[in-house]
């Protein structure tokens, strides 16, 4: 079992920036892709950004340059650093792991999931 909390989520002006992060504990994040979806108010999750553990990324087409999914150093966390910020990245931002090396954009896809971080973006 592989369990993920997300934090970083917070207030921020448009245009500014935040970086969200996804800890996974109980079992090592290789050979998982992780992903980052998003859940706005009255809206379905969407994918948002994906990396897999040969460092290949994946990307939304809303965020592409804006956004950017990362590894650190630890080799069981995962960041989204998300720039130029817009009203209309305020969402429930939500960490997800599958157990394959293959990207896939749908929630179906993911078997674990964190609890959320909310991030908004004020006009």
């Known amino acids: 079992q592989v369990q993920l909390v997300e934090s970083g989520g917070g207030l921020v002006q448009a245009g500014g920036s935040l970086r969200v992060s996804c800890a996974a504990s109980?079992?090592?994040?290789?050979?998982?892709?992780v992903a980052w979806f998003r859940q706005a108010p009255g809206k379905e999750r969407e994918f948002t950004a994906a990396?897999?553990?040969?460092?290949?990324?994946r990307y939304a087409d809303s965020v592409k340059g804006r956004f950017t999914i990362a590894r650190d150093g630890a080799p069981n966390t995962v960041h989204l650093q998300m720039n130029s910020l817009k009203p209309e990245d305020t969402a429930v931002y939500y960490c997800?792991?599958?157990?394959?090396?293959?990207?896939?954009?749908?929630?179906?896809?993911?078997?674990?999931w964190g609890q959320g971080t909310q991030v908004t973006v004020s006009s």
């Open positions: 997800a792991a599958r157990q394959s090396q293959i990207f896939m954009s749908e929630t179906g896809g993911y078997g674990y």
């Open positions: 109980g079992r090592s994040f290789s050979s998982y892709t």
């Open positions: 990396i897999n553990w040969s460092g290949a990324t």
